[in-house]
């Protein structure tokens, strides 16, 4: 019976060493993501409202709807730039997982609303 307890203990204990960090990682938002150097750092190469040390090589990141009425498009182009021009200097975030399909979407959301 004592055996069983310290078992059960020892296991119960374990299971809490062993949760996955990112269970306790707060979820990014998009603005986030897109302002964050090592993720989307879209700031590197465009500017945004209230983004400090913007980029100038983009086209500013603003009136968004109205250049991208259809978000598919915008998160097209996010996913990969290239494929609407093969000479993009844009990164293409999706197709190279440099940002997983939820980040995307959570950027596409935030630049869409700009």
């Known amino acids: 019976m004592k055996k069983s307890i310290s078992i059960a203990a020892v296991i119960t204990l374990a299971s809490l060493f062993i949760m996955p960090l990112e269970a306790n990682a707060k979820e990014m938002t998009g603005k986030e993501l897109a302002f964050d150097r090592k993720l989307g750092n879209c700031l590197a190469c465009h500017s945004v409202s209230d983004g400090g040390q913007p980029g100038n090589i983009g086209p ?8 991208f009425p259809d978000k598919a498009v915008l998160r097209a182009q996010i996913w ?12 293409p975030f999706g197709k190279h997982k440099m940002l997983t399909e939820n980040q995307i979407d959570k950027v596409t959301d935030f630049i869409h609303s700009l």
Do not use: G, Q
């Open 60 to 67: 500013p990141l603003l009136a968004m709807k109205a250049r």
């Open 80 to 91: 990969d730039a290239t494929a609407r021009n093969p000479k993009s200097l844009m990164p």
